[in-house]
């Protein structure tokens, strides 16, 4: 399995306003955790706070579930219309390890200092 190139991921990030790119059904998309998105996935979570929700990915308990509603999420807080079905049918080029990366690249993006800033922007 090739490894993915997070050099080639961080120069797709747009720190400024949270939007990635990704490449998923072998086509540039774009994914960003907006305010609505963010409560979209809160409630999908069933997470608390939005530390909760940054923690939980940060010590790796989540489900690949977990990753579909997140990338899904993304998608939708970039003006895509998609559903889980469909994410959950699409593929990366790196297979489940690109989609792992994948999820910590958005939360990145969205949540620079991790959950730390998601505590100091109030937790919810």
Known sequence: MK?????????????????????????????????????????????????????????????SRDLIRLITAGLRGAGNTIT????????????VQGFVALAARLLAATFPGGAEEAELDGGA
Do not use: W, Y
């Open 84 to 95: 889980e079905e469909e994410v959950a049918s699409m593929t990366h080029e790196d297979g």
């Open 3 to 63: 490894k993915p190139n997070l050099d080639q991921d961080l120069m797709n990030t747009s720190f400024t306003d949270g939007t990635i790119t990704a490449r998923l059904n072998g086509k540039s998309c774009r994914l960003r955790l907006t305010l609505g998105a963010l409560a979209e996935l809160e409630e999908a979570l069933e997470a608390d706070s939005l530390l909760a929700l940054v923690e939980r990915f940060e010590r790796g308990h989540f489900s």
